[in-house]
Structures are given as C-alpha cells and as structure tokens.
C-alpha cells in the first residue's frame, strides 16, 4: 500500500548524505551502532512527526 | 513491624445460623476497596447491600497508596475525602533522574481550581479504616466481620450462597451478587470463570519505611541510580512519615533473600546514606500479571475491582480502577434492583468497563515495558530515549514510568448520546468524565452531582427537566470556561460523574431521548 511516504529522491547531495550516515557509524561497537541508531530515529522520527509517513516507513522498511 | 493500629471490627453471630433469613437484594463479597466503596453508593440510592468479609481487619499493609483525584471525587460523597486529604500527603508533581541527574519534571494538574489534587498518598489500610466506619455508620449497610463464602449456586433470578463463620456454616439467598473478593477471586473459582493476561517476570522489592526528615512530596523515579545502578527506583512518600521504596530487582533475583531484614537494609543504607536511621513498615517482594475477566456480568454474579481485572503497578491503576468500577456500577445496578431499568443496563457496566480495563492494561503494560524491557532493541530504544532526555525535550515526553490513572474515556459507549451540534471546540465529550470547577460561594461543580442524572446548565435553563435534578450555572468564568459554554449549553452528567449528553440548546425531547438512552430504557 503505498501511501505519503516519498518514494523519489529528496537529497540535493545523496551521495554526501549517505557517506555521512555510513561515516558516522565508523569505529562504533555494534552495540554502540544500535544506540547511536536508535538516537538517530528517534530525532528524525520526531522531526518529520507525520505519524501516517512514521508508520508506513517502519511498514516498509520491514521489507 | 506496622507503625499502623489494626483495628478489628466485631463479629456477631448472623441471625441465618439459626434459620433461613430474607432474601438479599444485594450482597458484596469482599471489603476492600471495591465492596465498601459500592455498597456506600448503593446505599445513596435507597438500596441496601449486606458485606462479607472473610477477615476482620483492613488491607493487610500499605498496598494501593496512591488515590487518584476521581476516586476522592467518589468519596467525597460520604464525606470521607476530606480526611483523607487531611491525614495523607497531597502530590502532584513527578521527577525522573537517570544516574545521578534529574532529566525531567511533571505536573501532573497544571491548572488551579479543582477541589481535590491529582493525587493524594494514603496508605490502603487508611482508605478502609475510613471506608468501614462510615459503612458502619450507614442503616442500609450491614458489614460482616469473619463471613467467608465458601460455595455458591447460581439460579436463573439469583445466587445461593455458603458462608462459613466461627459458629459455623450457614445459607443465603440474593437477587444480586457482586464478587469484590480481590485478585485471587475465590467467587470466580468456583464458578470455574477463566482470567486470561499476560505474566510478568520482573521482580521488584517494595520496602515501607519509616523516616523522619524532610521527604519532598512528590514522586521520584529513577533509572539507574548510583546507588541500585543496574535497575530503577521508585520513590513515593505516605502519611506518617513512611516512605515507599520500590526497587526493581531483575527477573534472576532470589526472593527469598531479598526480604531478609539485612539486605533490604543494605539497599537502603546505599540510597539514604550511612547516616539515615528508620524503621521497618511493610516489604514484600512480587511480580505481576494483567489479566481481564471475558465478561464481568454472568447471570446474577458480577464482576468488580481486582477480581475482574488486574494491571501492573506502574500508573497506580488498581485500587482506583476498582473505585471506577463502583462508580460505574452503583447506579446502574440500583436502576436494575429498583426496576427503573431492564438487567440489560449492566451489560453497559461490562462493556465500559472492560473498554477502561484494556486501556489500564495497554498503558501499564507500555509503562512497564520502558521500565523492565523484554528484548534487547527494546532496551536500545528505551536508553536511547534516556540519553537524549536532557537536551531534548521531546525525548522527556517519551520517558515512560508510569502514566498516572486518569478518569477513562468511555468513547463509543451505547448509552451515550453523540454531539449533534458541530461547534464544540472544548468542554468534555459524551463519554468523558466531567470536570470540575470553582462555583464561588457556592463549593465545587463535583460536589454538586447528586446520586441520580443531573443536567447541568449555563446561563438560562430551558423548558422542563425531564424529571431529573437541575444544576443551575452562571454562563461566566471558569465552568463557562471548561465547558465550552454560552448561555444555554446544556450537559446532562451521570451519577458517576461521566457526561451522557450535551447540546448548544436545551430541548426537552432530546434530553428525554437522551436519558432513556443512558437508562438502557
Ligand atoms: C504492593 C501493591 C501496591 C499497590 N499499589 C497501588 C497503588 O499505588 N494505587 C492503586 O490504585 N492500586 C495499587 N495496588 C492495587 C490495589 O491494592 C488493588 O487493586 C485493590 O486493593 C483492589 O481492590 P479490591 O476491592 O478489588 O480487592 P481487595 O482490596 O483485594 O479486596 C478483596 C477483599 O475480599 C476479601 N475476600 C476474599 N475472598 C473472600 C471470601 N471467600 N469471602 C469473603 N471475603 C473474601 C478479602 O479479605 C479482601 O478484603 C497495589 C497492590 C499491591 C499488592
């Protein structure tokens, strides 16, 4: 069911973006990645505030 | 060990031990919080209730300390929430820490202008202490000390019950029975009724303590303090200068030797410091369940408190939940006894109150996995959400430890009435409890709800009252404010104090309409 959530590019710079989302997690324990992931989530979760887009991602990101 | 005087009341030899005696409109088993709370406001309706007990003395330790403001509400109709105000400790604001910081802050009532606080600490065995002298003081109620109900028979137009006392066994007979025998229910046993939930495997150490000094009022949570840094800590204090300390404890620990004397000391000593003397109130280690009966009416037999459902105690949900539950109850059940309205009302008393049930258990449950995660990406979010709390306050809001009991909305309930007018932009829908408001001189909106309907009016009443008590209110101020009225907003509120109905306009016709829809008539 596609609904809100944006399905096209919506980054000036994707390569950039994505490199620093990679970069960031460098050197990080894998349990200091899922905290640092969680920490991430939950500010973007709570910027784009949209509960519709919020919970189809999470529908889609379950693949 | 308990500063607290148990008192224990008379038992009398009932008159039915030495023959068969008048059939019951109404009979309670169990004088907790539920059966003494129901049986009271039955009687402000004219309906007599005879309470068993298999004991003869209040709620063995402190229990449910925290009254919420709706149930002070409640008691406030027999004139037993001022004592309670009086004797307990008043609270409203709340504090998280994590480690040795607080993060965060709440109050739970923000605005001023309500007669009773959010909250009020009174230890549980203090509730009924109050509850049983006004039973007692009460012609229509009969209280029996040492009754035990040992068997039951259920008939198509009542219940046949077995009571054991001292001097024996003896047999009686009621057109109603209301089964407030506590979570373990021995009513619903032997009707062989199941209790399905969830069981929780996390222990958590309660310690009452006595501590004189300087206590704030106001309850502290913390996760992961310095001095129990693996777990959390909840921290409430109660009349008397006792404390209630709640250590959660993990699902490994040892039961057994976490209630020695000395290792309950130790967790103290690291939490108050080497210097802090007190003494021992009440501890006991436990874990919890939620559970929820299928239905809480069958046949004559009904449901209430703790026998029909249980949460966790992270929101303190159960005792003022079973003071819903009587709230709910009463009036409906008094309609019924009376003949003012078909059996059929009760299934209401089903069906909104298992609504509140499931939203207790869905917010403890939520409280309960913040508090004691049960996976680990649970905990990942949970920590996550801590460690962001003190930069970012958003983060505050998702901190979970407990969200405290508020009246339930009854959304959907077929004895409401939905809004016809369009305009409203505030004031409590049909379905929400009503709130109260400043009347000047003349006291509290709350106080002024009698036992039956009550149509409450601003500014100029309409036309007739559909045989129901008027409440008169200037259009102005406060109430005007909480009420989204003008000048002719009318609300008709129930005897539990939950709005039934509301229109822009009084019109005798719709408030007819409306009541014989909240009547089940
Ligand atoms: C440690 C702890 C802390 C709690 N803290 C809170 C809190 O802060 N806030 C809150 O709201 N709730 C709290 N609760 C829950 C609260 O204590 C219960 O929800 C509340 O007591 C339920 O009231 P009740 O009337 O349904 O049952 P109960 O109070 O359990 O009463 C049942 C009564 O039935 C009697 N009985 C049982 N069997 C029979 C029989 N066969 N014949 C005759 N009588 C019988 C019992 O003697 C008892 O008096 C806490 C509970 C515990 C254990």
């Known amino acids: 069911m596609e609904g809100q959530l944006r399905r096209t590019l919506n980054l000036a710079k994707p390569d950039d973006i994505y490199n620093a989302l990679v970069d960031a997690h460098k050197g990080l324990s894998d349990e200091e990645c899922r905290a640092f992931d969680a920490r991430l989530m939950l500010l973007l979760v709570n910027h784009i505030g949209d509960e519709a887009v919020i919970l189809e991602a999470l529908r889609e990101a379950a693949l | ?521």
């Not at chain 2, 016809?420 to 709130?435: K, L």
């Open chain 2, 1 to 521: 060990m308990s500063s607290y005087e148990y008192r224990h009341y008379p038992y009398v030899r009932p008159a039915e031990l030495d023959g068969p005696g008048p059939r019951r409109p109404v009979v309670i088993v169990g004088a907790g919080i539920a059966g003494p709370t129901l049986a009271l406001l039955l009687s402000t309706r004219g309906v007599p209730a005879l309470v068993l007990d298999d004991d003869d003395t209040v709620s063995l330790g402190s229990r449910s300390i925290c009254q919420a403001k709706h149930s002070l509400e409640t008691w406030d109709r027999f004139g037993i929430a001022a004592r309670m105000v009086e004797k307990g400790i008043t609270w409203e604001q709340g504090e998280v820490y994590l480690r040795d910081s607080a993060i965060y802050r709440f109050n739970l009532q923000a605005e001023p202008g309500h007669k009773f606080p959010a909250f009020v600490n009174l230890q549980q065995y203090y509730v009924e202490e109050y509850l049983y002298e006004r039973c007692r003081a009460e012609p229509l109620i009969e209280m029996r000390h040492r009754n035990k109900v040992v068997g039951l028979a259920p008939h198509d137009d009542g219940v046949t019950l077995t009571v054991e006392t001292p001097d024996g066994a003896y047999t009686l007979e009621t057109e109603w029975l209301v089964a407030c025998d506590g979570v373990r229910s021995p009513v619903r046993h032997m009707l062989d009724l199941p209790f399905p939930g969830e069981i929780f495997h996390d222990q958590f150490l309660i310690a009452d303590i006595r501590l004189a000094g300087d206590m704030p009022k106001e309850r502290r949570f913390w996760f992961y303090p310095p001095f129990h840094p693996t777990n959390s800590v909840l921290l409430h204090r109660q009349a008397d200068d006792i404390l209630r300390v709640d250590f959660q404890l993990g699902r490994d620990a040892d039961p057994e030797e976490e209630k020695k004397p000395e290792n309950i000391d130790r967790r103290l000593r690291l939490m108050f410091g080497p210097e802090a003397r007190w003494e021992h109130e009440w501890s006991s280690v436990y874990t919890f369940t939620c559970r929820m009966m299928e239905r809480f009416v069958h046949g004559r037999t009904i449901f209430a408190g703790d026998a029909a459902h249980v949460v966790s105690p992270f929101g303190a949900r159960g005792g003022n939940a079973a003071v819903a539950d009587a709230d709910n109850l009463a009036w409906k059940l008094a309609r019924v006894v009376k003949g003012e309205s078909p059996p059929g009302l009760l299934d209401s008393y089903c069906e909104e109150r298992q609504a509140a049930s499931r939203e207790n258990i869905r917010q403890s449950t939520r409280s309960t996995d913040f508090i004691t995660p049960k996976f680990e990406a649970s905990r990942v979010f949970r920590d996550a959400t801590l460690s962001l709390a003190r930069d970012f306050p958003f983060a505050r809001a998702l901190i979970n430890s407990g969200r405290l009991s508020v009246p339930t909305t009854q959304a959907g309930s077929p004895l409401d009435t939905p809004d016809a007018d369009s305009d409203w932009t505030g004031g409590p829908a049909p379905g929400r409890a009503m709130i109260d408001a400043p009347l000047g001189n003349n006291g509290w909106l709350v106080e002024r709800i009698g036992p039956d309907f009550t149509l409450l009016s601003f500014g100029d009443v309409g036309e007739g009252s559909a045989g129901v008590a008027v409440l008169k209110v200037d259009c102005s101020g406060l109430p005007a404010a909480r009420y989204d009225a003008r000048p002719g907003t009318t609300y008709l509120i129930r005897p539990d104090r939950y709005v039934a109905a509301r229109w822009r306009r009084y019109d005798l016709d719709a408030a007819q309409a409306a009541l014989a829809r909240a009547t089940g008539r």
